[in-house]
């Protein structure tokens, strides 16, 4: 009896591994498709401004985000992108304007501990952009950011890594 259960317990080992074998390839498939989805994004692209992102969900346009969009005609503005539109250049890529941001949020959050300038500045240019385009969303209410204003204010504020945080879903509580 020991001998079959050692049998049916490598039988088991054997089927488990062939399950991993076969759920990683499944999931290798699944990287492929959507690393063949990303080049194509740039053609979806209407502003000329926006740059593949890491994350499929993450390459949107500004012209495919109404909120987006609405700013762009409330200000009667006739540009192809948000990057190019005064309101977005003051209010997220202006140093002076960000650290009075950053005050604001410092006496509702606290400090943001070890976090170099540079990383302070695009938290509080994401948020800006947020406000800017969508008002007070809430708390831990998020929307994915057009490529391009990701991309402009990762460049003016870039981190000497070049590695950056995409979007992260809420933590729940």
Known sequence: RKADNMASTDSEAQSDATVSISDLSSDEQKDEEENELKPTFCHRCQCQCCAVMPLVMECICCRE???VQGKML???VNASCITEVDSFQTCCLNPDVLR???YAYV???GRMEEATSHERYRYIAYRQFVRLCWGHLGRAVRVTLP?????KIR???SAPTGQYVGFLYPALD
């Open 147 to 151: 490529s391009c204003a990701v991309n």
């Open 155 to 157: 460049s003016t504020f």
């Open 74 to 76: 409330r200000r009667g």
């Open 100 to 102: 009075v941001a950053y």
């Open 107 to 109: 006496d509702h959050h």
């Open 65 to 67: 985000i109404d909120e």
